[in-house]
Nanobody
Framework: QVQLVESGGGLVQPGGSLRLSCAVS????????MNWYRQAPGKQRDLVAT???????NYADSVKGRFTISRDNTKKTAYLQMNSLKPEDTAVYYC????????WGQGTQVTVSS
């Protein structure tokens, strides 16, 4: 059974940085695209960034130029480097694969506040 474990969140001041990790256990990691999503209180879960199995990346307009998605197939882990954080980036961040997404992990809370 494939499981997703997100980590690396925390409280950071505006302008700060965080690096999130998404560790995948079970299954084959390298053949899937990986996505990062976020969900703010009272809002829907939105796609933030994608990295294909070939390494191509795509970002939501709201994070373009600030966030960088990457992956390490040997560690079965995807990353999200978040720089120049803004209060509106506050959310619970989740990862999942595509196609064939699996059960969501617990997510990792990111709070941007002074």
């Amino acid at each position: 059974q494939v499981q997703l474990v997100e980590s690396g969140g925390g409280l950071v001041q505006p302008g700060g940085s965080l690096r999130l990790s998404c560790a995948v256990s079970g299954g084959i990691f390298s053949i899937y695209d990986m996505n990062w999503y976020r969900q703010a209180p009272g809002k829907q879960r939105d796609l933030v960034a994608t990295i294909t199995r070939g390494g191509s990346t795509n970002y939501a307009d709201s994070v373009k130029g600030r966030f960088t998605i990457s992956r390490d197939n040997t560690k079965k882990t995807a990353y999200l480097q978040m720089n120049s954080l803004k209060p509106e980036d506050t959310a619970v961040y989740y990862c999942n694969r595509q196609p064939s997404p699996v059960n969501w992990g617990q997510g990792t809370q990111v709070t941007v506040s002074s």
